[in-house]
């Protein structure tokens, strides 16, 4: 197996600093977008998991784009695409549309989303060599978490809606200009018809991570109003969606190396633990200090699963399927978001804002059973696994 000397560069970081523009922007928007449909644009529980759950669909569709698009015309194309249609999405909140509005917002964001991410995981893999995929895209993502934790209070400064939507056109327009002054050396491997178009074990993967993931729209659509509503916590509601954030953000920065060092495995396992401990108290919050504890611990653990798979997913697959395997793998994740998305909206409406946290914290066990058949793989696989963690070590 051969090894790459490169390491974690400017250009690099750069890739990390749009990143974080980006998702500042869908961060400042995304915590009082609950509120302002629920409340002034008169909207039901289950508009806003419909809206909310929109976005995964439209993002579903744009992987699938997306994945071939990095793969064919580079990875910097996928990502500025991604940027404008953000960009986009932050002018169509801003229309007198009302609920229309709200939609071809989050449609345009979903599209967006795909794009950027797609094409700023495979990128950033290209400039720090897979052996490094786990940590590369631990890092990558402290830039999405830095930008979601940031957002809730760049939002609340603000003081409306409104200006939180055009701070995510700003966001978008700077990030763009950031990517158009980083060069991409990406030359497109040639295909090979003897492989699978789907890269090795993604079904597994994908379902796995999709099942972790159930629990993110039940934090984005309805933490805020189900602390509000339990306890009448008032700002701890935003101050417990910021620590869940911030905690993802500092666990992938300073341990998101843990799957190029320690067996993938030990890692996403002990990630559902977290996660499951951190639902069940938010079921019943015990107060203030527990709220905020308990999103904590589920950021927390939210912050391994990803990086177990998705780096050896990576591993696995032929350069020549890299962008596709990342734009699957999130496909995967949005659509299990979608459907859980309209799933917690109608739980929250027939049961009360409970109801969602428990079906996302059911869903870890079947993300359990589904990451079992992820690393249960041939010997083959495994020792090539080790073999990359020992030559990072």
């Given at each position: 197996?051969?090894?790459?000397?490169?390491?974690?560069?400017g250009?690099?970081w750069?890739?990390?600093?749009?990143?974080?523009?980006?998702f500042l922007?869908?961060?400042?928007?995304?915590?009082?977008?609950?509120?302002?449909?629920?409340?002034?644009l008169?909207?039901t529980?289950?508009?806003?998991?419909?809206?909310?759950?929109?976005?995964?669909?439209?993002?579903?569709?744009?992987?699938?784009?997306?994945?071939?698009?990095?793969?064919?015309r580079?990875?910097?194309?996928?990502?500025?695409?991604?940027?404008?249609?953000c960009?986009?999405a932050?002018?169509?909140y801003?229309?007198p549309?009302g609920?229309?509005?709200a939609?071809?917002?989050?449609?345009?964001?979903?599209?967006?989303?795909?794009?950027?991410?797609?094409?700023?995981?495979?990128?950033?893999?290209?400039?720090?060599?897979?052996?490094?995929?786990?940590?590369?895209?631990?890092y990558?993502?402290?830039?999405?978490?830095?930008?979601?934790?940031?957002?809730?209070?760049v939002?609340?400064?603000?003081g409306s809606?409104?200006?939180a939507?055009?701070?995510?056109?700003?966001?978008?327009?700077?990030?763009?200009?950031?990517?158009?002054?980083?060069?991409e050396?990406?030359?497109?491997?040639?295909?090979?018809?003897?492989?699978?178009?789907?890269?090795?074990?993604?079904?597994?993967?994908?379902?796995s991570?999709?099942?972790?993931?159930?629990h993110?729209?039940?934090?984005?659509?309805?933490?805020?109003?189900?602390?509000?509503?339990?306890?009448?916590?008032?700002?701890?509601?935003y101050?417990?969606?910021?620590?869940?954030?911030?905690?993802?953000?500092?666990?992938?920065?300073?341990?998101?190396?843990?799957?190029?060092?320690?067996?993938?495995?030990?890692?996403y396992?002990g990630?559902?633990i977290?996660?499951?401990?951190?639902?069940?108290?938010l079921?019943?919050?015990?107060?203030?200090?527990?709220?905020?504890?308990?999103?904590?611990?589920l950021?927390?653990?939210?912050s391994?699963?990803?990086?177990?798979?998705?780096?050896?997913?990576?591993?696995?697959?032929?350069p020549?399927?890299?962008?596709r395997?990342?734009?699957l793998?999130?496909?995967?994740?949005?659509?299990?978001?979608?459907?859980?998305?309209?799933?917690?909206?109608?739980?929250?409406h027939r049961?009360g804002?409970?109801?969602?946290?428990?079906?996302?914290?059911?869903?870890?066990?079947?993300?359990?059973?589904?990451?079992w058949f992820?690393?249960?793989?041939?010997?083959?696989?495994?020792r090539?696994?080790?073999?990359?963690?020992?030559?990072?070590?």
């Amino acid at each position: 197996m051969v090894f790459s000397s490169r390491s974690f560069s400017g250009r690099f970081w750069a890739l990390v600093l749009a990143t974080f523009l980006g998702f500042l922007g869908i961060g400042t928007v995304l915590p009082m977008l609950a509120p302002q449909i629920r409340y002034k644009l008169h909207g039901t529980d289950q508009d806003v998991g419909f809206v909310v759950g929109v976005f995964s669909f439209v993002a579903l569709a744009g992987r699938l784009v997306a994945g071939p698009l990095a793969d064919r015309r580079g990875r910097k194309i996928s990502f500025l695409t991604g940027l404008f249609c953000c960009g986009l999405a932050g002018v169509a909140y801003l229309l007198p549309l009302g609920l229309a509005g709200a939609y071809l917002g989050r449609i345009l964001q979903g599209f967006g989303e795909a794009c950027l991410y797609t094409g700023a995981a495979a990128w950033a893999v290209e400039v720090t060599g897979v052996e490094r995929s786990g940590r590369t895209l631990s890092y990558l993502s402290t830039g999405i978490w830095g930008g979601i934790s940031m957002g809730p209070a760049v939002g609340q400064w603000l003081g409306s809606f409104e200006r939180a939507a055009a701070m995510q056109v700003a966001s978008a327009v700077a990030a763009f200009l950031v990517v158009t002054r980083i060069h991409e050396d990406y030359h497109p491997h040639e295909h090979d018809p003897s492989r699978s178009w789907l890269p090795p074990g993604i079904i597994a993967s994908g379902l796995s991570i999709g099942f972790v993931n159930v629990h993110y729209p039940v934090v984005a659509g309805f933490l805020i109003l189900h602390l509000q509503a339990s306890g009448n916590l008032g700002q701890a509601a935003y101050t417990a969606y910021s620590a869940y954030a911030l905690m993802i953000l500092c666990s992938r920065f300073f341990l998101g190396g843990l799957p190029d060092r320690i067996r993938p495995a030990i890692v996403y396992f002990g990630g559902l633990i977290f996660m499951a401990a951190g639902l069940l108290v938010l079921v019943r919050p015990p107060g203030r200090i527990g709220a905020i504890a308990a999103t904590a611990l589920l950021g927390f653990g939210f912050s391994f699963p990803w990086g177990a798979v998705a780096s050896t997913v990576i591993r696995r697959a032929h350069p020549s399927q890299r962008g596709r395997a990342v734009g699957l793998l999130t496909g995967f994740y949005d659509l299990f978001v979608g459907v859980s998305s309209f799933g917690a909206g109608w739980l929250a409406h027939r049961f009360g804002y409970w109801a969602p946290f428990l079906m996302a914290a059911c869903a870890l066990g079947a993300a359990a059973v589904a990451g079992w058949f992820v690393f249960a793989e041939s010997p083959k696989a495994s020792r090539e696994e080790e073999a990359v963690c020992v030559e990072v070590n």
